[in-house]
T-cell receptor, first 110, second 117 residues
Framework: SQQGEEDPQALSIQEGENATMNCSYKTSINNLQWYRQNSGRGLVHLILIRSNEREKHSGRLRVTLDTSKKSSSLLITASRAADTASYFCFRWTGSYQLTFGKGTKLSVIP | DTGVSQDPRHKITKRGQNVTFRCDPISEHNRLYWYRQTLGQGPEFLTYFQNEAQLEKSRLLSDRFSAERPKGSFSTLEIQRTEQGDSAMYLC???????????????FGPGTRLTVL
């Protein structure tokens, strides 16, 4: 079973707006990663944040991590139609289990 | 571009048949992972290898599933006596890990879509 979930499950915004999605988890982590999946390019790694980091930026992406709340958020600024995809958080939980959430399906309307 | 490749890309089989998928990771990567993904769900971890050693297998994985990575390079995933519930996208990924228990960036292949009739 998959531990933790992304929220919301689906998000629809206009091009140019910001998109925020959240990920919660249950066990301690060494790092948390975000991946994007669309039909054209499959699963692609976006950004990794380590447990001793609180915020990280990469281009239009901003990730935060709150280990006390066991949650992370991914912010995409100035969204584009090409950002339309499903976004998954990934973490390595105990006993060598590698876990993806169910994902947030983002639709960016031109 | 020498990314992760998977073969075949699509496989249609009848229930009860055996199927085998192949994954070729990025050449210098020492870790290789298999996931299964059904529509509307995130990838579900199946198993992973560090070089040729299979380090972990999901508790959810039936005994009908077996994976090998004989020389620490390519890997095969075999499903015996397929069932309709095995229909899914099977994803392979690889990464380069050095002295760490936690994964870093995984690079995914395009997947093999299995349909069991």
């Amino acid at each position: 079973s998959q531990q933790g979930e992304e929220d919301p499950q689906a998000l629809s915004i206009q091009e140019g707006e910001n998109a925020t999605m959240n990920c919660s988890y249950k066990t301690s982590i060494n790092n948390l990663q975000w991946y994007r999946q669309n039909s054209g390019r499959g699963l692609v790694h976006l950004i990794l944040i380590r447990s001793n980091e609180r915020e990280k930026h990469s281009g239009r992406l901003r990730v935060t991590l709150d280990t006390s709340k066991k949650s992370s958020s991914l912010l995409i600024t100035a969204s584009r139609a090409a950002d339309t995809a499903s976004y998954f958080c990934f973490r390595w939980t105990g006993s060598y289990q590698l876990t993806f959430g169910k994902g947030t399906k983002l639709s960016v309307i031109p | 571009d020498t990314g992760v490749s998977q073969d075949p890309r699509h496989k249609i089989t009848k229930r009860g048949q055996n199927v085998t998928f192949r994954c070729d990771p990025i050449s210098e990567h020492n870790r290789l992972y298999w996931y299964r993904q059904t529509l509307g769900q995130g990838p579900e971890f199946l198993t992973y290898f560090q070089n040729e050693a299979q380090l972990e297998k999901s508790r959810l994985l039936s005994d009908r599933f077996s994976a090998e990575r004989p020389k620490g390079s390519f890997s095969t995933l075999e499903i015996q006596r397929t069932e309709q519930g095995d229909s899914a996208m099977y994803l392979c990924a690889s990464s380069l890990e050095v002295g760490s228990l936690s994964t870093d960036t995984q690079y995914f292949g395009p997947g093999t879509r299995l349909t069991v009739l």
